[in-house]
């Protein structure tokens, strides 16, 4: 098990990123959360077996259709994200 925290960059807000990465996720079995950040990039905290955290970071340099992922950055973190893969609100940085 771990935990990844994922910062994606790019046309990521607006393009249906965040509810994509929601199906991707419980797909995979992970839990945690997406937000929007207020300088335009998503951030993913994902907890969840180490290949499906790969699959998942994988997945994100991708993205949904209308997205265009320029950078995606992914690290170890140590907070546990609770159940379930939520959708928070926007944070400001």
Known sequence: M???RIIVSGRVQGVTYR???IR???KLGLVGWVRNLSDGR???LA???DEAIGQLVDACREGPPLARVDHVS???DTDKPG???TKRFTASI
């Open 2 to 4: 771990a935990t990844q």
């Open 19 to 21: 509810d994509w990465t």
């Open 24 to 26: 991707t996720a419980k």
């Open 42 to 44: 998503v951030e993913i």
């Open 47 to 49: 907890d969840g077996e």
């Open 74 to 76: 992914a690290v170890p």
């Open 83 to 85: 159940k379930g893969f």
